[in-house]
Each structure stands twice: as structure tokens, then as C-alpha cells.
């Protein structure tokens, strides 16, 4: 336990006048190699000096930079993507819901009337949020137009966190590798987006398509559990309505 002298206390014996100069060395000890690491600390800032100032000037010209490039050209850029992609997003709004479906995706792929389609945004506005999201419209407009190659590159580039849009575009992967007799590419594909999101519309469709997959790949296990997962925690769902059937042949082909 360490002890404390007051001020003016003087030693009553030879032990306390010990204990006094050895606790009076061991201070002058600690403040000698306290000075003697500031003085290096001194003698290496002045010899580095140069140095050390050319890097806090590195790095205040790459954070200013960086704000700079957000500012001045990050923002414009995504500002003339979003204007230059407008058109095409409404080709291909107009695909969905129209009749003349074919060649409406083609003009959101492509352009019309003098405006970018989502594959001209995609070589100019490379890099912003805007060409990200022309990736998902070609990829979807790809798969409409039953080219699925070019549908699973497209849709391979976007990138989304979106809790939506992020799992429909892993299903549409999915669902081109289906369309390429690629069964377990697209059973992967519709694992992982029925992982990526948990809501009532994305991730009951994408089990029960993962099921249907395993189901006729005779993984009857991986049918049953995916389809009773359908049952049991999306039971309002579109899917649940109709996956009972599915559950009686998963079982019977487990059971052979």
C-alpha cells in the first residue's frame, strides 16, 4: 500500500530516510527519461521536419480533393446522367405496362428521338448511380427480350442495397440461368435472394422458386425445407396459397 509524507515531515529513523531518497530517485528518474523522450520527440520533428510537413500537405490535398471532385464533379455528372437516363427509364415503364413490348425495350436499351437508351448512360456515366441503375433496367429489358446472356452480365454489374430492387435483381439472374438450362446456377441465385431481405413479397417468391428448382433437380430436402418456410413464415403470401401441393411431392420423393 502505498503512503504519502505531508509537506515538512522529516524522517524519524534511518528505514524513512531510505525510503525518502529512494522515492526521490525514482521521481528524478521518471522526469529525466520524461525530458529525454520529449528532447528525441524535439530532435526528430526538426530533423524530419520537411517530411512531416509534405505529408499533412498530402493528405489535406487528398481530403480536399475529394471534396472537390464530389462537389465539382461527382454531383454535375449524376446530375446529366439523371437527365440524359429519363427518357429511356419511361421506354421502359412503358414496356412493362404496354403492348408493344419488344420494341419499347429495345428503345430503353438503345435510345430514341435523339435521347440515351440505359446502355448509352452505362459507357457515359460510368461509375455514378445513375449507370449503376441503367445496369439493372438492361439487364431486366435483356431477359424481357429473352437475350439471357446479356441479362445475367448486365444484372451482375448493378449493386444495391435497396431492400426491393437489391433481391428481384439476384432473381432475374436466377431466373435467366432457369431460361439457360442452368438449373443450379439459378437455384443459387434464388437462395441468395431470398437471403438478402427479409419482407413479405421478395423473400417467400424466391423460396418457392428456389424450391420448385431444387424440387426438379431431386433435392427433395432442400424443396421441402425452402417450401415449408413458404408456409410457416409467409403464410399471407401469394405463394403460401399454393404451396401445400409442393410440400406433398417434395415429401413423397424424400421418402423413396
Do not use: C, W
Amino acid at each position: 500500500m502505498a503512503t504519502y509524507n505531508k509537506r515538512g515531515y522529516k524522517p524519524k529513523n534511518k528505514v524513512e530516510k531510505e525510503q525518502n531518497i529512494e522515492t526521490d530517485s525514482t521521481t528524478a528518474e521518471v522526469f529525466n527519461t520524461l525530458d529525454e523522450t520529449a528532447s528525441k520527440t524535439e530532435a526528430f520533428v526538426e530533423k524530419n521536419q520537411k517530411y512531416i510537413f509534405v505529408i499533412i500537405g498530402l493528405v489535406a490535398l487528398i481530403v480536399l480533393g475529394s471534396l472537390a471532385y464530389k462537389e465539382f464533379i461527382a454531383k454535375p455528372k449524376q446530375m446529366s446522367a439523371m437527365n440524359d437516363m429519363f427518357q429511356a427509364q419511361k421506354y421502359f415503364d412503358q414496356a412493362v405496362t404496354g403492348v408493344e413490348k419488344d420494341s419499347l425495350y429495345n428503345l430503353a436499351l438503345n435510345g430514341g428521338e435523339g435521347k440515351f437508351g440505359m446502355l448509352d448512360v452505362i459507357e457515359e456515366y460510368s461509375g455514378t448511380p445513375s449507370a449503376n441503375l441503367a445496369s439493372y433496367y438492361a439487364g431486366t429489358a435483356y431477359l424481357r427480350l429473352k437475350d439471357y446472356k446479356k441479362a445475367v452480365e448486365h444484372l451482375e454489374n448493378f449493386k444495391s442495397d435497396d431492400e426491393i430492387l437489391a433481391p428481384i435483381a439476384k432473381g432475374n439472374i436466377g431466373d435467366a440461368f432457369v431460361q439457360l438450362n442452368q438449373p443450379n446456377e439459378a437455384l443459387g441465385y434464388y437462395e441468395q435472394a431470398a437471403e438478402m431481405r427479409n419482407n413479405e413479397y421478395t423473400t417467400p417468391m424466391y423460396l418457392f422458386k428456389a424450391g420448385t428448382v431444387a424440387l426438379d433437380l431431386g433435392k427433395a430436402d432442400k424443396a421441402l425445407a425452402n417450401f415449408k418456410r413458404v408456409k410457416e413464415e409467409y403464410p399471407n403470401s401469394t405463394e403460401a396459397s399454393k404451396v401445400d401441393v409442393f410440400i406433398g411431392k417434395a415429401q413423397v420423393l424424400a421418402s423413396k
